[in-house]
């Protein structure tokens, strides 16, 4: 394995609740290296959605440390997360988040467009690619109503993958799936990170999809409960 | 039930806000119409009535019969007479204030018993009045005892100062009739007990028999019926008025037909048509009628657009409100609710807004009303001469139908949404039509529609300007036009909206951010959700320029042409006392009043003596005469005096009256002198004034318009249709014509002090007790424009409409606004977590904003001008009176423009700090969370 494209140290968030305060998440440690398909396990309110957030930099932990390619990500500020985000991350959310005004090309072209690349020949080729790549090379010019909620979420797959990112964050992307379609979007994710060398983080609590994981997070009770499985490097 | 919908409108607290305020406003303003206008009407007929008593200084409101009746069946049928017309006032639906009956034997011969010289023979009418005790005031003698009869059997009688001057009676003294003989055979008797006069001179008690006060010998009302109308009464003709007088406050608007209805009948049906005496009265109901249709059809038209707005508002909130429950509609229909108990949820929801909305709406509505009868110009208020409102029935009409457009507004769309499940939303939401009306070219038909009804009044202008002096109220397919044309000039932008977006797109599309690209498009894709919105802002944007340009315009032109119409600020013409020769016969020359006194006129700038006489002529060929009107002017002077607004006219003022100045018998002339008599300047016209002296003068220039001329004169013809006649003036040398034809009765021109009051003129006029052939002040008659009815509540309405549709549109674009904002939350959120900074969100929908808000509001400020620029004219037309004069001017205030953009502008600045509240409180985390549910 190469560099850990991720790393947390001892992450704690905690809620204002009345009389007190909630940890949903307690003190977890992981480590992803670069090209991992890792999944996020655990049921409902085990505090995956929470960390994942920390990880994306969309949230901030309460304790602990986060770092990303190296970086302590709350050294950054508020701006420079989010050039990180849209440099270099790429996300997939559990529901339909196409942009509704744009057709499926312009949805992914978007992506390039935040991070920054130039809207060329070159660009429009790549679109097309990662079109290509969820299976959609065929319906470039379809706006999202004109589309099945699966084939907007392989949309919004090609979309989080075509500026090239170093990792994609997907939350829950299969739920709303049936799971033939499950299946095939999370051999997909995994195939991202052989093909690109793209790290995925997807969280999931559908244990029929664990196979395909390089690496298994799971968490209950905003703890890892299966600490030490993977290797630090 | 009832609780699910108090918290689903407490969740959409803003909307059901929203709502309530449309409800409310919609409440008010169509309450206020009718109240507003019952008001109007009710000081419009008092002032008829105000009117009349003024000019004609009879009391206006009088119902009144004579009848003479012949000697055999007088007793009889006095009898039945006064039995009827005790019953008129109530048959006429009125509570008389005083009424007066009074009879009278017709005259009789008579002979003083005091067997005077100076007096042969003596015509008598003997009469009595009711109540007349209250009604006098002796000057001698007494007043006859309560009998009237005295010890020696004498009828008892007081005389009016003009009788007892006229008869040369003496009190005291004794007359017997001839003819005239008692029961008893016995020559009838009576003595002048005494001279009185009316106890109070205003008192209208004298004024229907009036002949008694100047030549009645009046005796006790009831012992002149016991004696000539009783059982056992003598038998003579008797002449009998009956009159009823009418407190005029008491008569309201809405009495006014049954009086008349009831009048006719009198007059038609009644078994004594022939003795009704009601013109002068019904003549003012009349009257009244004809202006207060021209009135009301005008008012009504200038309404609807206000309604239509309103109720256009109404639909469009309720509208967005289905849109943001939708899901829920349809998510409770698929959890099994039935359609009805989902229309039920909506019905109480619309029942709790439009009663909560009429108990606010109707006092708001009353207060509305009050402050249009204080409009004295386009948003300007008066308070001192606001209305008396009354609540009517047909108030109480207008507001049901209020109430139910209200309800209907919110709950008729339930059926509709609740007919949708989950899964037809899904497919509705799959499907992208374009509008209807975008298929149906419906904006190209209205634009068509429009155009036509613009050319055709433009064509028939004339027609226009005849039907206005004939009465007719403004043609309700004029105003709807301009609507008409405002709707689709409206649609006509949304369609090619989207091509101009796609064009600034093309051009800055290099440099266009991520931001950038989603706006531009959102908007070249998905405009029709915006469509009712920016239609909406389009509307009510172009229809307040317009209606404040109608307003300033109407009134400013009418003010402007009575201003010029009158010349001078203040013109005087004294009489003139004629010279009389040795035998105190009349000469016709007139004697010159002292001029000098005209200097201690503290209230005049400035005066000059005006020669005008309009009853000049031109000798044409040798029997044809131009009838003219002639002016001698001191050019100087006058010049101080007077002014021609530059823009009418082809050369400056003072340069017409330096031409004239130039040349001692030079002579300006009347356009129509060139036009119709084919003169040159350098032509001579010899021109001859009222008495047929004439003077010859060289023209030195043609006018259009000249201080007080009326280019031209129109009127109706007997056969009801309309003239228009071409006028002629000829001003010369006022010394010129005094050096010719001597000092002949002239005209004083005054231009007033800055601060000069009206109270001072009189009071001067008053010190030096001058006796007034012609005054008119021009302040005074620009105040009666001004008050003029139509003209009043033409502002009224159009004022009242502006505030109404700014009200709307602030409060419907905020709407808007946030709810674009919200409907949005989770595709914020996902941007966001993509890593779009805030900054970016704020400049796309700041760039939304201006492709929808901005671009709506310049689209409206240009269909606004380009309606006015068309259709004010025409409008305009219908307003004038029947003697304007001035050519039309387009009026527009920048101060309402101002007050228009300041309130979009306020409305957008807090758009703006609502977006930066919301978008500092919108969670990335949170907002993904919304889409998880």
């Given at each position: 394995m190469s560099e850990p494209v991720i790393k947390t140290v001892n992450i704690k968030r905690a809620y204002d609740v009345p009389g007190g305060k909630f940890y949903a998440l307690k003190g977890i440690n992981a480590v992803i290296p670069q090209g991992t398909f890792a999944i996020l396990k655990g049921r409902s309110g085990s505090g995956k959605t929470t960390l994942m957030n920390i990880i994306g930099g969309l949230d901030n932990p309460t304790e602990g440390e986060v770092y990303f390619n190296g970086r302590n990500m709350s050294s950054l500020s508020e701006r420079d997360r989010e050039n990180l985000r849209r440099r270099e991350m790429g996300f997939v959310f559990q529901t339909v988040s196409l942009i509704p005004s744009l057709n499926a090309f312009q949805n992914v072209e978007f992506s390039i467009r935040m991070a920054g690349g130039k809207i060329n020949k070159e660009s429009s080729q790549r679109v097309e690619e990662c079109l290509k790549l969820v299976g959609l090379g065929s319906r470039m010019n379809h706006m999202p109503q004109e589309m099945s909620g699966g084939e907007q979420q392989r949309v919004a797959i090609a979309r989080s993958l075509a500026h090239r990112p170093k990792m994609l964050f997907a939350d829950e992307p299969t739920a709303e799936l049936d799971s033939a379609m499950a299946a095939k979007v999370t051999e997909l994710f995994k195939s991202m990170t052989r093909k690109e060398g793209i790290t995925v983080l997807m969280t999931t609590h559908d244990v029929g999809l664990m196979g395909a994981a390089d690496m298994i997070i799971e968490l209950e009770n905003g703890e890892r409960i299966n600490a030490g499985e993977e290797k630090e490097s | 039930?009832?609780?699910?919908?108090?918290?689903?409108?407490?969740?959409?607290?803003?909307?059901?806000?929203?709502?309530?305020?449309?409800?409310?406003?919609?409440?008010?303003?169509?309450?206020?119409?009718?109240?507003?206008?019952?008001?109007?009407?009710?000081?419009?007929?008092?002032?008829?009535?105000?009117?009349?008593?003024?000019?004609?200084?009879?009391?206006?409101?009088?119902?009144?019969?004579?009848?003479?009746?012949?000697?055999?069946?007088?007793?009889?049928?006095i009898k039945k007479l006064e039995e009827y017309m005790s019953k008129v006032p109530s048959d006429l639906g009125l509570t008389p204030k005083q009424t007066v009956y009074s009879y009278n034997l017709t005259k009789a011969v008579a002979h003083s018993e005091m067997n005077r010289s100076d007096v042969a023979e003596l015509n008598i009418v003997l009469g009595g009045m009711s109540d007349i005790e209250n009604h006098v005031k002796m000057?001698?003698?007494?007043?006859?005892?309560?009998?009237?009869?005295?010890?020696?059997?004498?009828?008892?009688?007081?005389?009016?100062?003009?009788?007892?001057?006229?008869?040369?009676?003496?009190?005291?003294?004794?007359?017997?009739?001839?003819?005239?003989?008692?029961?008893?055979?016995?020559?009838?008797?009576?003595?002048?007990?005494?001279?009185?006069?009316?106890?109070?001179?205003?008192?209208?008690?004298?004024?229907?028999?009036?002949?008694?006060?100047?030549?009645?010998?009046?005796?006790?009302?009831?012992?002149?019926?016991?004696?000539?109308?009783?059982?056992?009464?003598?038998?003579?003709?008797?002449?009998?008025?009956?009159?009823?007088?009418?407190?005029?406050?008491?008569?309201?608007?809405?009495?006014?037909?049954?009086?008349?209805?009831?009048?006719?009948?009198?007059?038609?049906?009644?078994?004594?048509?022939?003795?009704?005496?009601?013109?002068?009265?019904?003549?003012?109901?009349?009257?009244?009628?004809?202006?207060?249709?021209?009135?009301?059809?005008?008012?009504?038209?200038?309404?609807?657009?206000?309604?239509?707005?309103l109720a256009a508002f109404l639909f469009m909130i309720s509208g967005q409100m289905y849109e943001m429950e939708k899901n829920e509609i349809s998510v409770i229909k698929s959890r099994g609710s039935s359609g009805g108990q989902i229309f039920r949820l909506y019905l109480y929801q619309g029942l709790v807004l439009t009663i909560t909305g009429?108990?606010?709406?109707?006092?708001?509505?009353?207060?509305?009303?009050?402050?249009?009868?204080?409009?004295?110009?386009?948003?300007?208020?008066?308070?001192?001469?606001?209305?008396?409102?009354?609540?009517?029935?047909?108030?109480?009409?207008?507001?049901?139908?209020?109430?139910?457009?209200?309800?209907?507004?919110?709950?008729?769309?339930?059926?509709?949404?609740?007919?949708?499940?989950?899964?037809?939303?899904?497919?509705?939401?799959?499907?992208?039509?374009?509008?209807?009306?975008?298929?149906?070219?419906?904006?190209?038909?209205?634009?068509?529609?429009?155009?036509?009804?613009?050319?055709?009044?433009?064509?028939?202008?004339?027609?226009?300007?005849?039907?206005?002096?004939?009465?007719?109220?403004?043609?309700?397919?004029?105003?709807?036009?301009?609507?008409?044309?405002?709707?689709?000039?409206?649609?006509?932008?949304?369609?090619?909206?989207?091509?101009?977006?796609?064009?600034?797109?093309?051009?800055?599309?290099?440099?266009?951010?991520?931001?950038?690209?989603?706006?531009?498009?959102?908007?070249?894709?998905?405009?029709?959700?915006?469509?009712?919105?920016?239609?909406?802002?389009?509307?009510?944007?172009?229809?307040?320029?317009?209606?404040?340009?109608?307003?300033?315009?109407?009134?400013?032109?009418?003010?402007?042409?009575?201003?010029?119409?009158?010349?001078?600020?203040?013109?005087?013409?004294?009489?003139?006392?004629?010279?009389?020769?040795?035998?105190?016969?009349?000469?016709?020359?007139?004697?010159?009043?002292?001029?000098?006194?005209?200097?201690?006129?503290?209230?005049?700038?400035?005066?000059?003596?005006?020669?005008?006489?309009?009853?000049?002529?031109?000798?044409?060929?040798?029997?044809?005469?131009?009838?003219?009107?002639?002016?001698?002017?001191?050019?100087?002077?006058?010049?101080?005096?007077?002014?021609?607004?530059?823009?009418?006219?082809?050369?400056?003022?003072?340069?017409?009256?330096?031409?004239?100045?130039?040349?001692r018998n030079g002579i300006l002339v009347s356009r129509s002198f060139a036009n119709i008599h084919n003169y040159k300047v350098g032509d001579s016209i010899t021109y001859s004034n009222e008495r047929g002296e004439s003077l010859t003068g060289t023209i030195v220039d043609f006018f259009d318009y000249f201080p007080g001329y009326a280019p031209k004169a129109s009127g109706i013809n007997p056969d009801g249709t309309t003239y228009s006649d071409d006028q002629f003036l000829i001003v010369g040398h006022y010394d010129v014509m005094k050096n010719n034809w001597g000092v002949r009765p002239y005209e004083i021109w005054v231009k007033l002090n800055e601060n000069a009051d009206n109270k001072d003129i009189f009071n001067w006029i008053e010190s030096h007790n001058l006796s007034l052939k012609k005054y008119t002040n021009r302040n005074n008659d620009i105040d009666e424009t001004m008050e003029d009815p139509l003209l009043q509540g033409t502002n009224g309405v159009l004022t009242m409409g502006f505030a109404v549709t700014i009200i709307l549109c602030g409060v419907g674009y905020l709407i808007f606004w946030v709810m674009s904002i919200r409907e949005r939350e989770l595709i914020f959120g996902v941007l966001r977590a993509c890593g779009f900074h805030k900054r970016e969100i704020f400049h796309l929908l700041i760039n939304e904003q201006i492709f929808s808000g901005l671009f709506s509001v310049a689209a409206g400020i240009g269909i606004g001008k380009l309606t006015s620029f068309m259709f004010v004219p025409i409008l305009q037309t219908s307003y004038a009176s029947k003697d304007q004069m001035l050519p039309m001017k387009l009026i527009t205030e920048a101060s309402d423009m101002y007050k228009l953009y300041g309130i979009i502008g306020a409305v957008m600045a807090l758009c703006l700090v609502v977006l930066v509240v919301l978008l500092f409180r919108m969670n990335v985390t949170k907002a993904l969370k919304l889409g998880e549910e």
């Open positions: - | 039930m009832l609780r699910i919908m108090l918290q689903k409108m407490w969740h959409k607290r803003w909307m059901n806000l929203s709502l309530l305020l449309g409800c409310i406003l919609l409440v008010a303003t169509v309450v206020s119409f009718p109240l507003y206008q019952k008001s109007a009407y009710d000081r419009l007929l008092n002032d008829e009535f105000k009117n009349h008593l003024a000019t004609d200084g009879t009391w206006p409101t009088m119902t009144s019969f004579s009848i003479t009746c012949n000697k055999e069946r007088g007793g009889s049928t000057l001698s003698g007494e007043i006859f005892s309560e009998t009237g009869i005295d010890s020696e059997g004498r009828i008892e009688v007081i005389v009016s100062q003009d009788c007892l001057v006229d008869k040369k009676f003496l009190v005291g003294e004794t007359i017997a009739f001839d003819h005239m003989k008692d029961a008893k055979g016995k020559a009838l008797r009576f003595v002048v007990k005494g001279v009185f006069e009316p106890a109070d001179n205003g008192d209208f008690y004298w004024q229907p028999d009036n002949k008694l006060l100047s030549t009645g010998c009046l005796m006790p009302f009831e012992t002149f019926k016991e004696m000539f109308t009783g059982e056992n009464a003598i038998k003579y003709s008797i002449s009998a008025n009956y009159s009823s007088m009418y407190e005029y406050d008491d008569i309201t608007s809405e009495k006014v037909e049954t009086i008349i209805n009831n009048a006719e009948h009198l007059k038609t049906k009644s078994k004594f048509k022939s003795v009704v005496k009601i013109h002068e009265f019904k003549e003012i109901l009349e009257n009244y009628i004809l202006k207060k249709n021209r009135i009301s059809a005008t008012l009504v038209i200038l309404q609807i657009p206000v309604l239509v707005m009429s108990l606010i709406g109707v006092p708001l509505g009353t207060l509305f009303s009050r402050i249009l009868g204080s409009t004295r110009n386009f948003l300007e208020f008066d308070t001192s001469r606001s209305l008396n409102v009354v609540f009517t029935d047909e108030a109480t009409m207008y507001l049901l139908i209020a109430m139910g457009v209200t309800l209907m507004s919110i709950t008729l769309p339930a059926i509709k949404h609740s007919r949708v499940t989950i899964v037809n939303l899904k497919q509705q939401k799959a499907l992208k039509k374009k509008a209807l009306w975008e298929k149906l070219f419906i904006d190209i038909v209205l634009l068509g529609v429009s155009f036509y009804g613009y050319y055709s009044f433009n064509k028939n202008s004339a027609d226009l300007s005849g039907a206005v002096l004939t009465g007719e109220s403004l043609d309700p397919l004029l105003y709807i036009s301009s609507s008409v044309f405002i709707v689709g000039a409206g649609l006509f932008f949304l369609r090619i909206q989207p091509y101009i977006i796609r064009l600034i797109y093309f051009i800055t599309k290099r440099r266009t951010s991520p931001a950038g690209f989603i706006s531009f498009q959102e908007n070249m894709k998905n405009t029709k959700k915006q469509h009712l919105i920016m239609l909406f802002l389009i509307m009510t944007i172009s229809l307040g320029m317009f209606h404040a340009t109608v307003a300033r315009t109407i009134l400013q032109n009418a003010v402007d042409n009575t201003a010029y119409k009158d010349g001078a600020d203040v013109i005087i013409q004294e009489n003139w006392p004629q010279k009389v020769d040795e035998n105190n016969r009349p000469t016709g020359e007139y004697k010159e009043p002292d001029f000098s006194k005209y200097a201690t006129m503290d209230f005049a700038a400035k005066y000059t003596k005006v020669l005008f006489d309009d009853k000049a002529f031109v000798k044409q060929g040798t029997t044809g005469r131009i009838a003219i009107t002639l002016m001698g002017i001191h050019t100087k002077e006058f010049g101080q005096i007077t002014n021609v607004d530059r823009s009418i006219i082809e050369k400056h003022y003072y340069t017409y009256l330096n031409e004239l100045a130039e040349n």
